[in-house]
């Protein structure tokens, strides 16, 4: 059987990704799916950026706060939901696409993953408790920096999740992430992909994430994480989010507002930095020069690359 065509937009955050993937899919009669880690939760819409009404377009979109914060999502869970609504979008008569900036999401669903058919709970949970604490956080870090020097490079000490996820990974398979990111490198995936990212200078993109935060505060951003502080025990994916302990800290008088907002703008550049990396190593990425361009012409400039590949079959 011949493998359905999957577009993806991906990118560093704040670089117009969710604008170009809409205007992509009204260009194209194609669906949205969000391949974004913070935005799959509930009660979290102004923190992870998700998109408004108004920003859609009309067009339809999947895997936006579906998932309980309490619970623990993995990129394995991910790819078999991605996997369900690129059928049903496909069964439609539309085009699936995928748009979002978490990279082992978007691996997940274009590149086979073994290593996250393997999970154990128990050591999940021992790491995780490890690193509930500063001192915990570095000792994992310590951990993975000896065992996986690459993972620790790309990775930040504070970003407790993905770090433990390479420890496991390690101590379940033997092999480091990277050495079984290389071999999913190597394997077919089960779509025909083709994969786009806005780019921008860096000092733009900067600029870019300022206005972001900006109009995050003006869309309630404050509000939300108060909200989020009364009731940590049922919100615990929030304290991961950028913006969080930043706005946290200000609400509970540590810092003054205008410092949270400073440091939020400053998570945010550190982010987007890691995330560059992550694309600029993947070689299927097509990067796009967004300079001077509007989202729908960034668009037009995908959709002409589309058709050249696969054709009458997009048309």
Same mark, same amino acid.
């Given at each position: 059987?011949?493998?359905?065509?999957?577009?993806?937009?991906?990118?560093?955050?704040?670089?117009?990704?969710?604008?170009?993937?809409?205007?992509?899919?009204?260009?194209?009669?194609?669906?949205?799916?969000?391949?974004?880690?913070?935005?799959?939760?509930?009660?979290?819409?102004?923190?992870?950026?998700?998109?408004?009404?108004?920003?859609?377009?009309?067009?339809?979109?999947?895997?936006?706060?579906?998932?309980?914060?309490?619970?623990?999502?993995?990129?394995?869970?991910?790819?078999?939901?991605?996997?369900?609504?690129?059928?049903?979008?496909?069964?439609?008569?539309?085009?699936?696409?995928?748009?979002?900036?978490?990279?082992?999401?978007?691996?997940?669903?274009?590149?086979?993953?073994?290593?996250?058919?393997?999970?154990?709970?128990?050591?999940?949970?021992?790491?995780?408790?490890?690193?509930?604490?500063?001192?915990?956080?570095?000792?994992?870090?310590?951990?993975? #920096? %000896? *065992?996986?020097?690459?993972?620790?490079?790309?990775?930040? @000490?504070?970003?407790? &999740?993905?770090?433990? !996820?390479?420890? +496991?990974?390690?101590?379940?398979?033997?092999?480091?992430?990277?050495?079984?990111?290389?071999?999913?490198?190597?394997?077919?995936?089960?779509? #025909? %992909? *083709?994969?786009?990212?806005?780019?921008?200078?860096?000092? @733009?993109?900067?600029? &870019?994430?300022?206005? !972001?935060?900006? +109009?995050?505060?003006?869309?309630?951003?404050?509000?939300?994480?108060?909200?989020?502080?009364?009731?940590?025990?049922?919100?615990?994916?929030?304290?991961?989010?950028?913006?969080?302990?930043?706005?946290?800290?200000?609400?509970?008088?540590?810092?003054?507002?205008?410092?949270?907002? +400073?440091?939020?703008?400053?998570?945010?550049?550190?982010?987007?930095?890691?995330?560059?990396?992550?694309?600029?190593?993947?070689?299927?990425?097509?990067?796009?020069?967004?300079?001077?361009?509007?989202?729908?012409?960034?668009?037009?400039?995908?959709?002409?690359?589309?058709?050249?590949?696969?054709?009458?079959?997009?048309?």
């Amino acid at each position: 059987m011949e493998k359905h065509i999957l577009l993806v937009v991906a990118g560093p955050t704040a670089s117009g990704k969710t604008a170009c993937a809409v205007e992509l899919a009204l260009l194209m009669n194609g669906e949205v799916i969000s391949a974004d880690s913070m935005q799959i939760y509930k009660g979290m819409d102004v923190l992870s950026a998700k998109p408004t009404r108004k920003e859609m377009k009309g067009v339809r979109h999947h895997l936006l706060g579906f998932v309980d914060p309490r619970e623990r999502y993995t990129a394995d869970a991910y790819r078999a939901d991605a996997k369900f609504a690129i059928e049903e979008i496909v069964q439609r008569g539309k085009l699936p696409m995928l748009c979002g900036g978490t990279g082992l999401y978007i691996n997940a669903v274009t590149r086979p993953m073994s290593f996250s058919e393997q999970s154990d709970e128990k050591m999940h949970e021992e790491l995780m408790q490890i690193g509930a604490t500063a001192s915990g956080r570095k000792q994992l870090f310590d951990i993975l #920096r %000896e *065992i996986d020097p690459d993972s620790a490079a790309r990775l930040h @000490e504070n970003d407790v &999740r993905r770090v433990t !996820r390479a420890i +496991e990974i390690f101590r379940l398979t033997g092999k480091t992430q990277t050495e079984q990111m290389r071999l999913d490198r190597e394997r077919e995936g089960d779509y #025909r %992909e *083709i994969i786009f990212a806005p780019d921008w200078p860096r000092e @733009e993109l900067y600029r &870019r994430i300022g206005v !972001r935060v900006d +109009e995050m505060i003006k869309c309630g951003l404050v509000e939300e994480v108060r909200r989020l502080i009364k009731d940590e025990e049922r919100h615990p994916t929030a304290l991961q989010a950028i913006g969080y302990k930043e706005i946290a800290a200000a609400l509970r008088g540590e810092i003054s507002m205008s410092e949270a907002v +400073e440091w939020t703008k400053q998570a945010t550049r550190h982010l987007a930095k890691r995330q560059l990396t992550w694309f600029k190593r993947d070689e299927r990425v097509i990067w796009i020069n967004a300079e001077g361009k509007t989202a729908r012409e960034m668009a037009e400039e995908m959709h002409r690359m589309i058709v050249e590949r696969f054709g009458c079959e997009v048309i």
